[in-house]
């Protein structure tokens, strides 16, 4: 259960970076209300916060959460750009969710 707590938390800090950066893309590049730059600034606190959630050390936490992200980044890709993953898409994503667990989950690794 630990682990799965740990990956729920990961999965949940992702969405809230990518939701920070996704917002000032449309400011910028779409041309939509410099106001979505709030709720980004926002998004992008609950991130830093999230992290600091993690019972692992910072470096470690780190270097785990990158793994989430890219599996979080293409469910984005698909879900909101619309952009079907290829399969190397997913493959990359298997790879960086395994490094994640072997980062995390490893004995001793707390």
């Known amino acids: 259960m630990p682990e799965f707590k740990t990956v729920a938390l990961f999965a949940l800090t992702a969405l809230a970076e990518i939701v920070g950066c996704y917002l000032p893309y449309l400011w910028l590049r779409e041309a939509k209300s410099i ?31 990158g793994g989430v992200y890219v599996c979080m980044a293409i469910l984005w ?16 994503g298997s790879v960086a969710l395994l490094g994640m667990a072997i980062i995390m989950f490893a004995p001793g690794s707390r």
């Open 35 to 65: 106001w979505l730059l709030l709720p980004a600034v926002l998004s992008l606190t609950l991130f830093v916060w999230l992290l600091t959630l993690h019972p692992s050390a910072a470096g470690r936490t780190y270097a785990a959460y």
């Open 77 to 92: 890709l698909w879900s909101v750009d619309g952009v079907r993953p290829t399969l190397w898409d997913l493959v990359g």
